[in-house]
Structures are given as C-alpha cells and as structure tokens.
C-alpha cells in the first residue's frame, strides 16, 4: 500500500469518527485482579516463592519507574537515549514506518523524538497494562503531534497481541527499555513469536536490550542508596493489599538485588524480616513467612550479541541494525523477518 493511504476500516471508532484517541481495554480493573488473584495463588503458595512483575505497574508503580529512570545509578535509560538521541533519527527516517506500535509503551517519553523524525507516521498503537499512565501519554501525544491517531491497547503484551489493530501502512514495533528482559527464557520465545505475527514484509522491530556487564554495575543499579528499586519492588505488596484485601507489612520485607552472573539476569527479591502470617482475604488463604523466607519478584535478563541473535533467530526474525552506546552498556537492535 502507497505510505498515506489508509484503509478506511482500519481506523476504529465508527462511533466517534473525529476522535483522535481510541483505547480498547483487553484488561479492565476485575480482569487484573482475576490474573492477579491466580498468580498469587499459584506464585505465593509454590517454592521458591515466586511474582511476575507485571503487578509493580499500578500507577505508584510507574511512577517509581519513571523515578528509577533518573537515578543516577540506573543507567539502562540514558545509556538507550544516547543511542536513541545520535541514531533514531536517521533510523526512523530510514524504516519510513506509517504505524508504530511500541510495546511497555509506558509514559510514553521515548518514542516522541523517533515520531517527529517519521511525519508518515499516522497511527501509534501503545500497548501496556497501565491504563491511567497511557491515558496521560495519549493525551500528550495527540497535542504534540496533530495529524497523529492513538489507539491505546490496554492489556498484557504476553496474551494480548492478537488484539493489535490491523496494520495501517508499513509498520515498526517498538519495544524499549530492556522490558524484553522481564521475560523469563521460555515466556520470551513465546512473546517473540506472537510478535512476529504482527510483522510483514517490509515491517521491522526496534528492541532495545540491556548488556551484561560489571556485576557491581548491575547490583548498584538494581539497589541505589536512595532506595527507589526497593520502593518500587514493595509496591507489588501494596498492589496485592489493595486488590486482594491482603494485609502485608511492605516494610517486614527487605529488598534484595542478586546478580546471578551464571544466569545472566539481576534478579530482585522480598526477603521477610520477622515470622509472620499474611493473610490474603480474598483468595481466603494464610500465608507463613519465616525470617529470611523469600519472593522472588523480578529478573531482568542481561543480553550478549550472539544471545540476541540465536534468539531473534528462533522467532523467525533477522539481526539488521546493532547499535551501542560508547560505553557498551545498551544495544539498540533493529530486526526483520527473516522469512
Ligand atoms: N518503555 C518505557 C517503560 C518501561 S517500564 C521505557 O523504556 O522506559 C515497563 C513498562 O511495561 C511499564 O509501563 C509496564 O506497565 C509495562 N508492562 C510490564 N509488563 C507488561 C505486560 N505483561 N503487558 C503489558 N505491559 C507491561
Ligand atoms: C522495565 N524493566 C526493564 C526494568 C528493569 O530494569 O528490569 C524494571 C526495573 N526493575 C528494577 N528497576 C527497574
């Protein structure tokens, strides 16, 4: 299709035909606490004990986020904006895409200097579980940017991509932050399957992946003195109070941040500090925990080139583009299909 020229249909909503921003929720609040309900269940009850991050996004949650973002020892960020900042430019110019999709979307601040390099672009499509902080960012972006349409997909990028509108022209999907790295090993090859789905010729995936490193960079970045990472990771106990009408003490539990250099990740864990019972009155169960007892609560898997390559690999899809910062921290990899 000539780039401009869109289908009529592709453009939801037919109720509001001047409407610039669309969302459609895939997981509304009871559909979160239902999820939330069964991982707890299953996660909480199962050894070692175990969260999937997902939950740490509530709107405190982001929030942290966008403050870990700035903390002088979280590095992933800036490492990924100076790459971003000397190369997305020309990149976006090169992709020429008319539909972005961006994954984990967030606040949505990074991808506002790769939009205004790509005026083809006419549709955003942000994807991510927090809908009061996409909300924000749509409202945001519609100002910034007055021929652009936003379509706000509200779910979990694990289960819901098949909900991704039909593409609108030549696409590129965006997935930043190292978020990829959330993704334990067999969950990532499954997401980097369904996300090739959303792929055509001609289509191309940006990624951004956080590198291994210095282990004493890795823990300091995943622990700074300031002690937002472990504000950030008690938030899922504040998640499971308020949705689950559970009574854990956030602050009986001590942050911990382990590099497992083995493994390639930093993992983050709750570590209990006095015996206690938590009960989760919704899901009516008792939860014993021992000093020292643990919940597993994140990894973020830290990547290599040939890492990354094998895997693109096993989702059908072909390293183009590996761009660094100078101090080799982030890589920014474009990739295609390769079929
Ligand atoms: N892309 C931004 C934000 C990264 S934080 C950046 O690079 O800075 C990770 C984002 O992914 C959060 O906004 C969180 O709400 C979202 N997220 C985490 N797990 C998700 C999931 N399973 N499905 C959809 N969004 C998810
Ligand atoms: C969103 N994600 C890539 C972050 C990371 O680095 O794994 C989340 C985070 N966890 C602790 N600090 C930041």
Do not use: C
């Amino acid at each position: 299709m000539p780039a401009g020229n869109f289908p009529a249909s592709a453009w939801p909503p037919t109720s509001e035909p001047d409407a610039r921003i669309h969302v459609d929720v895939r997981v509304d609040a009871d559909a979160r606490r239902r999820s939330l309900a069964e991982d707890v269940r299953r996660g909480l009850t199962a050894t070692p004990r175990r969260l999937p991050p997902k939950y740490f996004y509530d709107a405190s949650g982001s929030a942290l986020f966008d403050r870990i973002t700035r903390l002088p020892e979280y590095y992933l960020t800036r490492a990924e904006q100076v790459i971003l900042d000397a190369r997305g430019a020309a990149l976006m110019r090169a992709l020429r895409p008319n539909d972005v999709v961006e994954l984990g979307a967030g606040s949505a601040t990074k991808i506002r200097p790769l939009l205004r390099a790509a005026p083809r672009v006419r549709r955003y499509v942000p994807v991510d579980v927090d809908e009061t902080t996409m909300a924000a960012a749509a409202d945001v972006l519609i100002r910034a940017f007055p021929a652009l349409r936003v379509y706000g997909l509200v779910g979990d990028f694990e289960r819901d991509l098949v909900h991704v509108p039909a593409p609108m022209g030549r696409r590129v999907v965006v997935f930043l932050g190292s978020t990829l790295g959330n993704l334990e090993p067999p969950a990532r090859r499954r997401f980097l399957r369904s996300l090739r789905r959303l792929l055509g010729t001609g289509d191309h995936l940006l990624l951004g992946v956080d590198l291994m490193k210095d282990p004493r960079v890795l823990h300091a970045a995943y622990d700074d003195a300031a002690g937002v990472t472990a504000a950030f990771n008690r938030n899922v106990l504040h998640v499971i109070n308020r949705e689950l009408d559970a009574d854990f003490l956030p602050d009986q539990f001590r942050h911990v941040a382990r590099v497992n250099e083995a493994a390639k990740r930093v993992e983050m864990h709750l570590v209990a500090e006095k015996a206690q019972v938590v009960s989760v009155r919704a899901l009516d169960l008792a939860l014993r925990f021992e000093p020292g007892d643990d919940i597993w609560t994140e990894s973020s898997y830290k990547f290599t080139r040939p890492g990354v390559e094998t895997m693109l690999a096993s989702a059908d899809l072909a390293l183009g583009s590996w761009l660094t910062d100078p101090d080799d921290r982030f890589a920014l990899v474009v990739a295609r299909p390769a079929s």
